[in-house]
């Protein structure tokens, strides 16, 4: 099977604007979850999806967003961008919700500018 | 106080050398997750664990669930093992990670 794949992989943004990642999880994979990643702050929880509903969230503000589509396919959205921003962001799926085995994605890497 | 401890933060070894990684939590969990993390920022999940023992080739991963803390350890370890090992445990639904430890095997 194919894995997690993450587009796209390098994004460069001004401060203000917003942007859109993409993940799509391996085949047969319902649950989506999406990390953010900081030198500063580690690797923090940001949501997860699972049957297009959001079944958890972190400690994050408004400003990030996400979705999840029929194929399971999961988008996150960051509105109106501010250099703290700037990290590597992971996708992850999983067959199901709960405790389960995630599988990474190699990321998308976003310099706010 | 954070809810996932990891001991040492870095960690430099000879190759061949028994390598142990720390991991203490004070939270309830579900399951306790070990990750790789290698340059580049590829995550691999090396186990997912609630009770005892589990192997895979030369890593071993333990949980004390009592003492809420688990142990990952690489026998006879190589320069390919060097990386940043991340503990992460799953609770209410969601993970919460370790700082991590980066390791360096030297050749």
């Known amino acids: 099977k194919a894995g997690v794949t993450q587009t796209p992989r390098y994004l460069i943004k001004t401060r203000g604007q917003q942007v859109t990642l993409s993940c799509s999880p391996i085949?047969?994979?319902?649950?989506v979850s999406w990390y953010q990643q900081t030198p500063g702050q580690g690797l923090q929880f940001l949501f997860e999806y699972f049957s297009e509903t959001q079944r958890n969230k972190g400690n994050f503000p408004g400003r990030f967003s996400g979705r999840q589509f029929s194929n399971s396919r999961s988008e996150m959205n960051v509105s109106t961008l501010e250099l703290g921003d700037s990290a590597l962001y992971l996708c992850?799926?999983?067959?199901?919700?709960?405790?389960?085995?995630?599988?990474f994605g190699p990321g998308t890497r976003l310099l706010v500018l | 106080k954070n809810e996932v401890e990891q001991s040492p933060q870095n960690l430099t070894a000879q190759e061949g050398e028994f390598i142990t990684i720390n991991c203490s939590y004070s939270?309830?969990?579900?399951?306790l997750h070990w990750l790789q993390q290698h340059p580049g920022g590829g995550i691999v999940s090396l186990f997912m664990l609630s009770s005892g023992k589990k192997k895979h080739g030369r890593l071993i991963a333990t949980i004390n669930i009592q003492e809420k803390h688990s142990s990952l350890h690489i026998t006879a370890s190589h320069p390919r093992d060097s990386a940043v090992y991340i503990c992460?445990?799953?609770?209410?639904?969601?993970?919460?990670f370790g700082q991590g430890t980066r390791l360096t095997i030297n050749p």
């Open positions: 085949s047969g994979h319902r649950s």
């Open positions: 992850a799926s999983s067959p199901s919700t709960g405790p389960a085995t995630q599988y």
């Open positions: 939270v309830g969990i579900s399951a």
């Open positions: 992460a445990v799953s609770g209410a639904q969601k993970l919460v």
